[in-house]
């Protein structure tokens, strides 16, 4: 049995760890409301643009001058899998669930036969990838020092892999990253970039929203300058809604490690209490024998 002293050793360890743990879930709760509020704000921005950009689209069905960004190389044997994650950890299952829907993605398009490329958003994201598809990765991008995210920050993610793209680096780009829903629920989603994911509509529907758009300049010369912003705009997106992902998961696993090291703070007093009262049972009874003998 361990002694009284490593009993005490242990015991003021895991208050030490709780106290670390219960700092931790009071910041992501503080960082929490305002990364949930600007992934909402983001929603509605990147939404209407999306359903824009369909609406353009309509119309440059069959055109041979519509944008590559829309249309695509016509190939889709290369394919670019951005997998966007944390780069710290202690935040649960956030960045293993990420690394899970990427996961099946890519050996869903290597069991198909196809080229696929990795490009990692976070630190945790390449390190748990790698130990698998090393060969597969062709660059990483770490956002450790940045403090609030700003759309700067994915605008230059998003001219490197349009650089890829206009080099004929892929053929098809998809983003995988965690949908916040609640503090306790985040939903991996794969989200197609390259080429833009489009919803053709009936010959002579309206436009979303019930609106009929006459465009000037006309489509092509519209979406030329639209698409390549669509595209940082869904990663900006998809980095916020990991950032509150990240929050709300991070603010969950601590406090459940708060809670856990109070059972054991617990669990660990009683036994010193009992092994502290054995002891001293043990004493009395070496005393009062030896009294007797006498």
């Given at each position: 049995?361990?002694?009284?002293?490593?009993?005490?050793?242990?015991?003021?360890?895991?208050?030490?760890?709780?106290?670390?743990?219960?700092?931790?879930?009071?910041?992501?709760?503080?960082?929490?409301?305002?990364?949930?509020?600007?992934?909402?704000?983001?929603?509605?921005?990147?939404?209407?643009?999306?359903?824009?950009?369909?609406?353009?689209?309509?119309?440059?069905?069959?055109?041979?001058?519509?944008?590559?960004?829309?249309?695509?190389?016509?190939?889709?044997?290369?394919?670019?899998?951005?997998?966007?994650?944390?780069?710290?950890?202690?935040?649960?299952?956030?960045?293993?669930?990420?690394?899970?829907?990427?996961?099946?993605?890519?050996?869903?398009?290597?069991?198909?036969?196809?080229?696929?490329?990795?490009?990692?958003?976070?630190?945790?994201?390449?390190?748990?990838?790698?130990?698998?598809?090393?060969?597969?990765?062709i660059?990483?991008?770490?956002?450790?020092?940045?403090?609030?995210?700003?759309?700067?920050?994915?605008?230059?993610?998003?001219?490197?892999?349009?650089?890829?793209?206009?080099?004929?680096?892929?053929?098809?780009?998809?983003?995988?990253?965690?949908?916040?829903?609640?503090?306790?629920?985040?939903?991996?989603?794969?989200?197609?970039?390259?080429?833009?994911?489009?919803?053709?509509?009936?010959?002579?529907?309206?436009?979303?929203?019930?609106?009929?758009?006459?465009?000037?300049?006309?489509?092509?010369e519209?979406?030329?300058?639209?698409?390549?912003?669509n595209?940082?705009?869904?990663?900006?997106?998809?980095?916020?809604?990991?950032a509150?992902?990240?929050?709300?998961?991070?603010?969950?696993?601590?406090?459940?490690?708060?809670?856990n090291a109070?059972?054991?703070?617990?669990?660990?007093?009683?036994?010193?209490?009992?092994?502290?009262?054995?002891?001293?049972?043990?004493?009395?009874?070496?005393?009062?024998?030896?009294?007797?003998?006498?």
């Amino acid at each position: 049995m361990p002694s009284l002293k490593a009993f005490r050793n242990r015991i003021t360890s895991v208050k030490a760890t709780r106290k670390i743990t219960r700092a931790m879930q009071m910041v992501a709760a503080s960082k929490l409301k305002r990364a949930q509020d600007a992934a909402q704000a983001a929603r509605p921005y990147a939404e209407r643009m999306a359903a824009v950009i369909s609406s353009l689209a309509g119309s440059m069905t069959g055109n041979p001058g519509a944008p590559r960004l829309l249309t695509g190389t016509g190939s889709d044997r290369v394919h670019l899998v951005i997998v966007a994650t944390a780069d710290r950890g202690l935040c649960g299952g956030f960045n293993t669930n990420i690394v899970r829907r990427a996961r099946l993605l890519i050996d869903a398009l290597l069991n198909e036969g196809k080229e696929v490329k990795i490009f990692c958003v976070g630190r945790k994201g390449r390190d748990q990838l790698r130990r698998l598809y090393s060969r597969y990765i062709i660059d990483t991008v770490e956002l450790t020092g940045v403090k609030r995210l700003a759309f700067s920050d994915a605008l230059g993610i998003a001219r490197r892999v349009l650089d890829m793209y206009a080099e004929g680096q892929f053929d098809l780009a998809t983003i995988v990253y965690a949908r916040f829903k609640s503090v306790i629920s985040q939903e991996p989603t794969a989200q197609r970039l390259i080429p833009a994911p489009v919803e053709i509509a009936p010959q002579g529907a309206p436009a979303a929203g019930g609106a009929v758009y006459d465009y000037e300049p006309d489509e092509a010369e519209i979406l030329a300058d639209l698409l390549p912003r669509n595209v940082a705009v869904q990663i900006f997106r998809a980095l916020l809604e990991n950032a509150a992902s990240e929050q709300g998961a991070r603010m969950s696993a601590m406090d459940s490690a708060t809670r856990n090291a109070g059972e054991v703070i617990d669990r660990l007093t009683l036994q010193y209490n009992r092994s502290r009262q054995a002891m001293i049972t043990k004493e009395l009874i070496e005393i009062i024998s030896g009294a007797e003998a006498i």
